[in-house]
């Protein structure tokens, strides 16, 4: 298919352009106007590049693409190598950020849900990113945990009594852990997300509410992974998903 129709068919399928976020979210380097094979993976590291580009793909998506707001503008260092190995390959980068945690289906937060059988029953917080619901049945936060580390293939870093049972819960995806105390106020028994600060530690333990830090990128292979099988359903693309082994 035509770049320029993944583009338009991506941004009407995440809303892109209705969400206020810390990047832009689309084409982010250009590259060949024919795409046959899509990469993608959680971040777009120097690492990630280069498999794809080794494998052959024509355009890489990614959860985690580049000109973050704040950030150095200038394109040298690792900037240059990366942006470097795409244009010198005439591969595309597209990366989805906040539009790919919150679509309805192919989110981080619904995939997460599903794969930890959590049912979401509304969204709440800044841009609706949060979601809430309830364990599809009761377990104890020792279970819970268990259940996270084997979907996950990942320890989760867990605050709260073990013994307590788990029924309604709350999580978002990655770098989610300031919203904690919004997830406190929902009256939920515990929240995961993906990092965890001192202050979680504290809040965890005065309110009653576990914290659980499941890790940023384990938490978001999920979306990113699923719209690259989409998109291959759909317009009959050659698709592989790229992970990294990344502890945080």
Same mark, same amino acid.
């Given at each position: 298919?035509?770049?320029?129709?993944?583009?338009?068919?991506?941004?009407?399928?995440?809303?892109?352009?209705?969400?206020?976020?810390?990047?832009?979210?689309?084409?982010?380097?250009?590259?060949?106007?024919?795409?046959?094979?899509?990469?993608?993976?959680?971040?777009?590291?120097?690492?990630? %590049?280069?498999?794809?580009?080794?494998?052959?793909?024509?355009? @890489?998506?990614?959860?985690?693409?580049?000109?973050?707001?704040?950030?150095?503008?200038?394109?040298?260092? @690792?900037?240059?190598?990366?942006?470097?190995?795409?244009?010198? +390959?005439?591969?595309?980068?597209?990366?989805?950020?906040?539009?790919?945690?919150? +679509? !309805?289906?192919?989110?981080?937060? =619904?995939?997460?849900?599903? %794969?930890?059988?959590?049912?979401?029953?509304?969204?709440?917080? *800044?841009?609706? $990113?949060?979601?809430?619901?309830?364990? /599809?049945?009761?377990?104890?936060?020792?279970?819970?945990?268990?259940?996270? *580390? *084997?979907? %996950? *293939?990942?320890? !989760?870093?867990? @605050?709260?009594? !073990?013994?307590?049972?788990?029924?309604?819960?709350?999580?978002?995806?990655?770098?989610?852990?300031?919203?904690?105390? =919004?997830?406190?106020?929902?009256?939920?028994?515990?929240?995961?997300?993906?990092? &965890?600060? /001192?202050?979680?530690?504290?809040?965890?333990?005065?309110?009653?509410?576990?914290? &659980?830090?499941?890790?940023? +990128?384990?938490?978001?292979? $999920?979306? &990113?992974?699923?719209?690259?099988?989409?998109? /291959?359903?759909?317009?009959? $693309? /050659? +698709?592989?998903?790229?992970?990294?082994?990344?502890?945080?």
């Amino acid at each position: 298919m035509k770049l320029s129709e993944l583009c338009d068919y991506n941004a009407s399928l995440l809303q892109s352009g209705q969400f206020k976020d810390y990047c832009p979210n689309g084409l982010q380097v250009e590259g060949k106007s024919e795409v046959l094979k899509i990469a993608t993976a959680v971040t777009a590291s120097q690492s990630v %590049l280069d498999q794809a580009i080794g494998w052959g793909a024509d355009a @890489i998506l990614v959860h985690h693409g580049y000109f973050w707001r704040n950030e150095d503008a200038r394109i040298t260092g @690792i900037k240059k190598s990366r942006i470097a190995a795409l244009m010198r +390959h005439d591969v595309s980068l597209l990366a989805y950020h906040l539009p790919l945690d919150a +679509h !309805p289906e192919l989110g981080n937060n =619904a995939e997460l849900g599903r %794969l930890l059988g959590m049912r979401e029953a509304g969204r709440f917080g *800044e841009q609706s $990113l949060i979601c809430k619901g309830v364990l /599809e049945s009761d377990m104890t936060l020792a279970q819970f945990s268990m259940v996270i *580390e *084997e979907c %996950l *293939e990942r320890k !989760p870093l867990v @605050i709260g009594n !073990p013994e307590r049972i788990i029924r309604n819960v709350s999580w978002c995806s990655g770098g989610a852990q300031g919203y904690f105390e =919004a997830a406190i106020a929902e009256g939920v028994d515990a929240y995961l997300t993906g990092e &965890i600060t /001192e202050q979680n530690y504290h809040l965890a333990n005065e309110a009653g509410v576990a914290f &659980i830090a499941a890790g940023h +990128h384990a938490t978001e292979r $999920l979306g &990113i992974r699923a719209l690259g099988a989409h998109l /291959e359903r759909e317009f009959g $693309l /050659e +698709h592989r998903f790229f992970d990294q082994d990344n502890p945080v």
